[in-house]
Every structure is written in C-alpha cells, then in structure tokens.
C-alpha cells in the first residue's frame, strides 16, 4: 500500500489510511479528521479498499415495498414533514384491510421485503400492530417483514403494559423478520432534546435494538445528518453504534439519511450536497469495522449519487421501494419507485456484481 499512501493529496490523511491498511480500528479523532477532510478521492480509494475486503465487487440490492399505515403521530419531530394530528387535512389511517388491499394491489411476484412503519397512532392498541403482521404475514407467507423503528415498538409495548423483550418476542412469532433502523436521528443528548424532545433517548433505541439482536432479530441502524449536527454529533454516533455492535453483533446494514427540509420545522436548514453525502458514506464504511453493509437509500440520495456511492464503500442499494411517504413529504426528488431491472443496471455500470438478497441478506440470485 506504500504506493497508495504517496497520491493521497491530504496529508493529513495519511496516518489514519496507514491505521486502515494495517487493521487497526481507527479512533474519535481518526473519524474527525476524515470528515474534516475534502479529498473525496483519496477517501473514496480508502472506503473502496475496505469495502472490497468485506464484500468484493458484489453489491447487494432488493425488491420491496414499503407500507406506511398511518401518519398520525403522537410525536412532534422537528424534522418530520410526514406527521399529522389527527382531523388534520392529509391525515390518514390504514385499516388492516386497507393494508392488504394495498399491497394486493402491488406486483409481489418478486418481493421479499415489505417494509412496515408509520406514526405511533393515539389510537392504536398493542393488538392492532400485532394482528397487522400476523394477518400479513399469514397472506404473504414468503415475504419477510422488516417492522417497527426502535420508537414504534417503546411505544407498542407501553400500550399493551408489556415488556420491550415480551413484544418483540411475540411479534417475532407473529412474522416479524427484522427491524429497520429508523428513529436512530442523532445521538448527541443536546441536540435530539431540540429536534425531538419526545423521542426515546440514543440509549434507548440502542438498548431496544440489544433486546432485538439477543432474540435473534436483525436490525439495521441509521443516521439522519445535514441539519443541525456537526462532524463530532456524526462521529460519536457511528461509534455508539460501533460500540454496540460489538456487544451483539445484530446490526446487517447501517444506512446515513441525508436530511430534507421542505415542510420541516428546523430553521434554516437547506438539502444536503452530494459531497457530504458521499463523504458520509465514506466515513461511516471505514469507521463502521464491525458492520457488513453500508447502504444507500437512493430515495433520499438520488439515483445518481447512491450509484456513485459505490466507488466510495457502499455495497447496499436499497430497494424497489414503490411506496414511500416519509422523503415524499419534506422534499424528496428521486421519486419512489425504482424497477429491479434500473437497480440492476446501475449497479452494473459501476463495474460490479448485481447480487439480489433478502431482508437477511440470503442471497437469491447473482445477475
Ligand atoms: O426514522 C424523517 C428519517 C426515517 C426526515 O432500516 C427523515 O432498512 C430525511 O429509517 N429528511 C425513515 N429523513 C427511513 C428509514 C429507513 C429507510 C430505508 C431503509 C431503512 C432500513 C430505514 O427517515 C425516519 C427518520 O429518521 N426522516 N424525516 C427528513 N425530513
């Protein structure tokens, strides 16, 4: 690598490649210089390099769907665009019937994934959520069902007077395969007490996500960046969740979320770039050593940077989508659904193996 380490135009960059090419785990101040750092290029050989070690020229994507059954929320996020009260105009709620219309309505022939999460609804009980994955579950037995941020299922367990542990125990034998990692936000106490004062705390949603992995859920970890935070906010949250998954092991995938303003109600904040974006991602692959998947969520990137992502550590492109609300609402521009055959395509033109997985990242066909 001693030819690698002389075109790193950063020099300040080079003690932390050199920690890279020798496996040694890099530090708080390693992850901040990285992020300090605008010498995409050299980041990009780096992230690549390590990418390649953990998962060579395969890129993993899948077919899915996402259902939203509500977006009446409780909760009063600064930075959510999607959030109704209820009686509001544009509020809506799902029955259990609606949601199977819904999905009846959608070309499953090929999906693996449906992808569950909505408001924490004033109204709904322990046992509507439950007999929501159940009766999915029962219709579309070969579809895994990855449900509930961290936040839904606190909120889930309050309602029923039961155990973090005892619910996902029972919704795991109703179906539930995984869990995505939404709700992760930031971790920096200061800043989540503005943007969401009444959300589970970053303990919290680790905790939670402990409980999940020790049953033997997989679950997945997120980041939303590019609003208030700073490059520490980023740094120590990669390594709370590099912390945990050292404990556990239960993360699959974590997935930076790049924010959106539109309809928000955090001042002043604009879209991010695609440098910061790429820059993320970069990053989060080399700090995040423990972690198999580092994923791109084209929805909030962009088709064009998620594909471009790819030379810079990323190996997951999430999903055929179809449905979303959530990006929709603040701003979103990529639109929401992407055929298989589009995924395909940009993975290949970025000069890499198209490997179709599902929620558990079983491998089911290599392109
Ligand atoms: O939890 C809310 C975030 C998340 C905004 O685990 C916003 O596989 C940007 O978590 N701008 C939902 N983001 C999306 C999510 C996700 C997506 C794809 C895959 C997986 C997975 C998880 O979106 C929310 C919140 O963190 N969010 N508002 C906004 N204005």
């Given at each position: 690598m001693e030819g690698i380490i002389n075109f790193?135009?950063?020099?300040?960059l080079i003690p932390v490649a050199e920690k890279i090419f020798s496996g040694e785990r890099l530090d708080f101040e390693d992850g901040l210089k990285l992020f300090k750092s605008n010498d995409l290029i050299s980041l990009g050989y780096i992230a690549d390099y390590v990418n390649r070690k953990k998962n060579g020229d395969n890129v993993y994507f899948n077919v899915n769907v996402h259902i939203t059954p509500t977006n009446i929320c409780v909760g009063t996020c600064?930075?959510?665009?999607?959030r109704k009260d209820k009686g509001d105009e544009g509020a809506y709620e799902l029955s259990i019937e609606k949601i199977l219309e819904k999905l009846a309505s959608?070309?499953?022939?090929?999906?693996?994934e449906v992808h569950i999460v909505g408001g924490l609804h004033p109204d709904w009980g322990y046992d509507y959520y439950l007999e929501m994955i159940k009766r999915v579950k029962e219709t579309y037995p070969q579809i895994q069902i990855k449900a509930f941020t961290a936040e839904e299922i606190k909120y889930i367990a309050e309602r029923g007077g039961k155990s973090v542990k005892d619910t996902l125990k029972e919704f795991k034998e109703a179906g539930l395969s995984s869990m995505p990692g939404g709700g992760g936000e930031i971790f920096n106490t200061v800043i989540r007490d503005k943007l969401c004062p009444e959300k589970i705390s970053a303990g919290e949603y680790l905790d939670i996500h402990k409980v999940a992995h020790k049953l033997g859920i997989k679950t997945n970890a997120t980041m939303l960046f590019?609003?208030?935070?700073i490059y520490k906010d980023r740094v120590e949250h990669i390594l709370m969740l590099r912390e945990t998954q050292d404990e556990t092991g239960g993360f699959q995938a974590f997935i930076p979320l790049s924010f959106h303003p539109v309809n928000t109600q955090v001042e002043g904040a604009e879209y991010t770039t695609a440098v910061d974006e790429i820059k993320t991602l970069a990053v989060s692959r080399l700090l995040l050593d423990n972690f198999d998947h580092i994923k791109a969520y084209w929805i909030m990137l962009g088709e064009k940077v998620a594909q471009l992502s790819l030379f810079y550590g990323v190996d997951d492109l999430d999903g055929t989508v179809v449905e979303e609300e959530i990006t929709q609402a603040a701003g979103a521009k990529a639109g929401k659904y992407m055929p298989k055959e589009r995924l395909i395509r940009l993975i290949k033109e970025a000069g890499k193996i198209p490997v179709e997985r599902d929620a558990l990242y079983n491998i089911i066909k290599i392109y």
């Open positions: 790193i135009k950063d020099r300040r600064k930075f959510c665009a999607f959608l070309n499953l022939e090929e999906v693996t590019g609003h208030v935070e």
